[in-house]
């Protein structure tokens, strides 16, 4: 896609704003899509008291059961967007399909709806960039759930990056070894290119976000390759619509990955990936993703002038080690981080990216996140899929608008 392909920003549409209630007043909140990830927006009105769930949206009446359920009578549960902006909501959870979520986050957006839409914001340059357009058209907020910023071990990791103690990053390695992927991605939509582009864009929008966080600049050419290696060769296969991922996960039987049972019907994105980033500051990257491991735990190498760190598990249970003197092989690093422990979903992450969101929309507070970071991430992805899916040749990730940067840069702010 070249810059023309980009939808500029408006400079003149006037902003569709709803009043937000003060504070002991609750905080109307929708969900859009009431599937796995919709119960991240019951985490986050049961830890807000101002903030309640009271619409939700999905096609599938299993979905809807579930939301009756969770949220009580008093919740107005229907099919579509639009029943969920005429329930009156001040911001909307859209844990819709991947590739729904830039269709349903527009309509909220040009209703004056803020949105918390889950990662990766788009499956493709084109739709997230429409996702921007419409924010800063609006005047609506837009926030994109990239959770990993909260988890502690990429916060140490940035600290220390952030303090020199490795000196000017060079390059940086991540290895996503993916062991309950059979399940998580093989046995529902995610198993299908028409709803999440690849793997390697959905589930590495986070690595390459932290990848560019830590890195300090964005992906401009990339070069991948990958392939279908083992799933494809499982005949076991099952319609499981209307499911979520707690119904069939087993880590004791569905092991080793060839003994899989119920694949989805339609598996044609790749369980095996790899790709390699050259960013604008002149770091290198690569990000390398597995579907088939034993165990399930992410990998981050990050070199600089002056030495290494290295993580080891993702919770409080590991470390983060740090080299900086020469040597030949040393297990233990010469400086040990212990991971710290923080409560919640995803080592600690969930509650405070909800509790962000929420600042986010009653104050328009500061985040850690990004909206320019999560579409770079998305970019990155789906350009790298391109090449792994047309001989793996480099090619180069299209830049976002200046003014549209400026804007979410600036804190989503009309000047």
Known sequence: MTREDVPPAPATTQPVRRSL???GAPLRLGVIGNG??????????????????VAVADPLERARHRAREAYGSGVSVGESVTEVI???????FVTSLDHQHADHTVQLLSAGVDVFVDKPMATTVADADRMLVAAQASGSKLYVGH?????PVIGLMHDLVAQGRIGQVKAIWCRYFVGDGGDRFFKD????????????????AHDIDVIHWIAGGYTRRVSAMGALTLYGDVDSRQDRTGQVVTEWLDREKNWPPLAQQGLHPVIDVEDLSMVTMALDNGVFAT???????????????????????ENFGLGDDGVVRLWNRRTEYSADGDEQFPIPRVEGGHHGADPALLAEFLEFVRTGAPTQTSPVAAREAVATGAV?????????????????????RAYFDGGQVRR
Do not use: F
């Not at 796995?36 to 769930?53: S, W």
């Not at 939509?189 to 028409?194: C, G, L, P, T, V």
């Not at 790298?384 to 549209?404: K, N």
């Open 384 to 404: 790298a899929t391109t090449s792994m899916r047309s001989g793996s040749g480099a090619l180069d990730v299209p830049e976002l608008d200046p003014r549209l």
């Open 36 to 53: 796995n990830r919709g119960v991240i927006a019951a985490r986050a009105a049961d830890a807000d008291a101002d903030a309640a769930v």
């Open 147 to 151: 959770n990993m910023r909260h988890m």
């Open 86 to 92: 005429e329930a009156g909501v001040d911001a909307a």
């Open 21 to 23: 209630p003060g504070r």
């Open 189 to 204: 939509w995610h198993a299908e290119r028409a709803n999440v582009n690849s793997l390697l864009l959905q589930k590495g």
């Open 287 to 309: 990000y390398s993703e597995c579907h088939y491991t034993p165990d399930y735990w992410r990998n981050y190498t990050v070199i600089g002038t002056e030495g290494r760190i």
